[in-house]
Nanobody, 125 residues
Framework: QVRLVESGGGLVQAGGSLRLSCAAS????????MGWFRQALGKEREFVAA????????YYANSVKGRFTISRDNAESTVYLQMNSLKPEDTAVYYCAAASKIAGGTMARSSYDYWGQGTQVTVSS
């Protein structure tokens, strides 16, 4: 069982930065791939970034590549999403997720079996 709590969302101007955090509890965190997804109003939830159990492999959606960075600290049971050069189209609720059966990382939403409650990110133009 893994419980995930996101924080760090807020309102920022275009071009600005935010850092999201996801604190995890549960014994399987350090063995799990972790991911960030987002859902804009009226749209489907989409993949943003993922990281393998040891941080050695990362994946990014094309729309955020070069602007966002995912990282993790297994000692602190926390995964991060550093978001730079934010754009209005990045506005969404951002969700942290854990794939407890996949260590190597995955972009597939269906592979994630634990989800946080989400944190709102709003980018003004």
């Amino acid at each position: 069982q893994v419980r995930l709590v996101e924080s760090g969302g807020g309102l920022v101007q275009a071009g600005g930065s935010l850092r999201l955090s996801c604190a995890a509890s549960g014994r399987t965190f350090s063995n799990s791939a972790m991911g960030w997804f987002r859902q804009a109003l009226g749209k489907e939830r989409e993949f943003v970034a993922a990281i393998s159990w040891n941080g050695g492999i990362t994946y990014y959606a094309n729309s955020v590549k070069g602007r966002f960075t995912i990282s993790r600290d297994n000692a602190e049971s926390t995964v991060y999403l550093q978001m730079n050069s934010l754009k209005p189209e990045d506005t969404a609720v951002y969700y942290c997720a854990a794939a407890s059966k996949i260590a190597g990382g995955t972009m597939a939403r269906s592979s994630y079996d634990y989800w946080g409650q989400g944190t709102q990110v709003t980018v003004s133009s």
